[in-house]
């Protein structure tokens, strides 16, 4: 049981590149979400998703768009990307009701 | 808007001692679940404690146990007989509310330093 798992774990990116940040849990839960972590300061809810085609914005996500074609996958897409979004990333994923949230092991993005 | 505020930037205690990192909240949700993680510095978020509002009793896991004060909105860690292995960064979170406790808001950290 591999849990949530985020590819890359490590990524450098040029202003103005794209890039999608990976996510897939195997636990067959319909929620999941996508926060940042800046550095020295708590998660921010970037977008949500509630089942297969259903998403929603966040806190924070301006910079980013999401899809959920399968219960599964949630990727990260990042358009045009700039040094602001220079941080780590979390796709977290649950049961509903299920008390519990397990989180991926983050993605490092920086961003030059 | 929901918020969580951990005023302590930084705390430090000595091995096998006792420490209480302090969390405040702020939401207009009557029934509303808190949490506690631990982030150590490989940056994995691991849940050390849950609480549910509508629970007057407070939670223990083992060696942390919290102190929750609703009507104050206040949710203190408890950290008992402190282990080096403790030292990490404590987020305090609230969720948003509805069925889904994944849309958390996080306070911004308390860093603790286990000295032996």
């Known amino acids: 049981n591999a849990g949530v798992t985020q590819t890359p774990k490590f990524r450098i990116l040029k202003i103005g590149q794209s890039m999608t940040l990976q996510c897939t849990q195997d636990m067959n839960h319909n929620y999941m979400y996508w926060y940042r972590q800046d550095p020295g300061m708590g998660l921010k809810l970037i977008y949500y998703s509630v089942g297969a085609g259903i998403t929603d914005k966040g806190e924070v996500p301006n910079g980013y768009n999401v899809s959920r074609s399968t219960t599964e996958d949630f990727p990260l897409r990042l358009e045009l990307a700039a040094p602001s979004q220079t941080s780590v990333y979390f796709c977290?994923?649950?049961?509903?009701?299920?008390?519990?949230?397990?989180f991926g092991e983050g993605s490092w993005l920086t961003v030059v | 808007a929901q918020t969580v505020t951990q005023s302590q930037p930084e705390m430090s205690v000595q091995e096998a001692e006792t420490v209480t990192l302090s969390c405040t909240y702020d939401t207009s949700e009557n029934n509303y679940y808190l949490f506690w993680y631990k982030q150590p510095p490989s940056r994995q978020m691991i849940l050390v404690i849950r609480q549910e509002a509508y629970k007057q009793q407070n939670a223990t896991e083992n060696r942390f146990s919290v102190n929750f004060q609703k009507a104050a909105k206040s949710f203190s860690l408890k950290i008992s007989d402190s282990q080096l292995g403790d030292t990490a960064m404590y987020f305090c979170?609230?969720?948003?509310?509805?069925?889904?406790?994944?849309?958390?808001?996080f306070g911004q950290g308390t860093i603790l330093t286990v000295h032996p």
């Open positions: 979170a609230a969720n948003v509310g509805g069925t889904s406790y994944g849309k958390l808001t």
């Open positions: 977290a994923s649950e049961v509903p009701r299920g008390n519990t949230i397990y």
